[in-house]
């Protein structure tokens, strides 16, 4: 039966045992997110290795994960995902250990960061279509909204946390307290009834593939979208590696700067989240999408030339508002347009384009950053992000306004 009003997915079983495992699982993760950029800055000082690392995480998902998609159409949900979330206690683990013991290098931190990244490789695109398996089409803006507010909401506990964790107990309790986190979604799992249903029988792994792509090539609105996706993975979230080139030269704020910073990004991006699961459904998305992608593009400019630690707190926030407004709208349009049985192939894409180009991305700038400087090089990015806004918003803007798709 459809639910209906504000929050409306959390009245599934289902969906609030998974979004409470989320809430504390990934405020471990970002507590690791953060201490894992301080470990690696505070080894090198260089934005090169911290783009590097950041690559090396991400560069799994852009080979693996459309591997992803067809795995997650061919198994049971969830237990894909208790599989993931037992591995990913493993590099957490390990990093807790060599940092404990002063063995470790920054060669040993991308190397668990590609472990983990392979993992997700898997886990992101099973997680992305698990969502309306629980809940139903009918409730998926809502889900994917308030799974984006758990996301956003541990952005902000677990980056103020690892801020002082790193302060006051070191950086190994960032990675141990994370390696615990993951037993509150594995328990959650555990308790669900929903297994994930396995909609048809797989013709190969190439015929596979080639059903996700062509779909999303025969379907230009969706292909427009994750195309604008793909720049901002490639030029503008590759700011986030570079936070601590931030907190640490530009502002002098030192851990608890790269806390705040990241947090403050992670406030604006929970707003975005709670506003949309409370609105229940956006009228027309794709206008929605734009105005929120000319915010994020702005704001990013606007942050890398800022000198003044309190106005790039409040800009970040803006940044992080625009980038998840846009993403949460464009993932549950993409959601209600793809056939159940192709669902994770699709959102195994979207990864690709949203995660998978990000390693390329932290290549390219940190890079640029070792040679003309960190805040030019966030600037080049927020300006170019800029002009793909504009060109996205042209069309949409001229059209008149949708039905509602839900």
Not at 140 to 145: E, G, M, S, T
Not at 154 to 169: D, K, N, Q, V
Not at 198 to 204: A, L, M, Y
Request: proline letters at 4%; charged letters at 10%.
């Amino acid at each position: 039966m459809q639910r209906t009003g504000r929050f409306s997915a959390l009245y599934y079983r289902d969906f609030r045992l998974f979004w409470f495992g989320q809430v504390i699982s990934l405020s471990g993760t970002w507590m690791q997110s953060v201490a894992q950029g301080w470990l690696v800055y505070s080894l090198t000082k260089s934005p090169f290795y911290l783009g590097m690392v950041a690559a090396a995480a991400s560069l799994p998902v852009l080979l693996f994960t459309l591997l992803g998609g067809v795995i997650a159409d061919r198994f049971p949900k969830r237990n894909l995902l208790l599989l993931t979330q037992a591995l990913s206690v493993i590099p957490a683990v390990m990093l807790g250990i060599l940092t404990s013991l002063n063995l470790v290098t920054v060669w040993q931190v991308a190397l668990l960061a590609a472990l983990l990244g392979t993992i997700n490789a898997v886990d992101l695109p099973t997680r992305q279509s698990f969502l309306i398996e629980m809940v139903g089409k009918g409730n998926i803006v809502n889900a994917i909204a308030l799974n984006s507010a758990a996301f956003n909401g541990a952005r902000i506990i677990g980056p103020m946390i690892a801020g002082m964790s790193i302060a006051y107990l070191g950086i190994p309790a960032c990675f141990y307290i994370n390696a615990l986190s993951f037993v509150a979604v594995i328990i959650a799992l555990l308790r669900m009834d929903a297994r994930g249903d396995i909609k048809v029988r797989s013709e190969g792994i190439m015929r596979d593939l080639q059903k996700g792509i062509g779909f999303i090539r025969g379907n230009d609105e969706i292909l427009r979208v994750m195309l604008l996706i793909a720049v901002f993975s490639i030029v503008g979230l590759p700011y986030i590696s570079l936070l601590p080139v931030f907190a640490g030269e530009v502002f002098h704020e030192g851990p608890k700067g790269l806390g705040f910073l990241v947090g403050a990004s992670g406030i604006g991006a929970l707003a975005a989240a709670l506003g949309i699961a409370t609105m229940g459904n956006i009228e027309n998305k794709t206008r929605f999408m734009s105005f929120a992608a000319i915010c994020f593009s702005i704001a990013l400019l606007i942050f890398s030339i800022s000198k003044i630690f309190w106005i790039s707190l409040a800009v970040i926030m803006v940044c992080g508002w625009g980038m998840v407004s846009y993403l949460a709208a464009a993932n549950s349009h993409i959601q209600v347009s793809v056939p159940d049985e192709i669902r994770g192939r699709v959102m195994s894409v979207y990864s690709f384009v949203f995660l998978g180009l990000v390693p390329i991305g932290n290549a390219i700038m940190g890079l640029v950053a070792d040679r003309i400087g960190t805040t030019h090089t966030v600037a080049i990015g927020g300006g170019i992000c800029i002009l793909a806004s504009l060109i996205f918003a042209k069309r949409h803007l001229r059209k008149p306004p949708e039905s509602p798709a839900i």
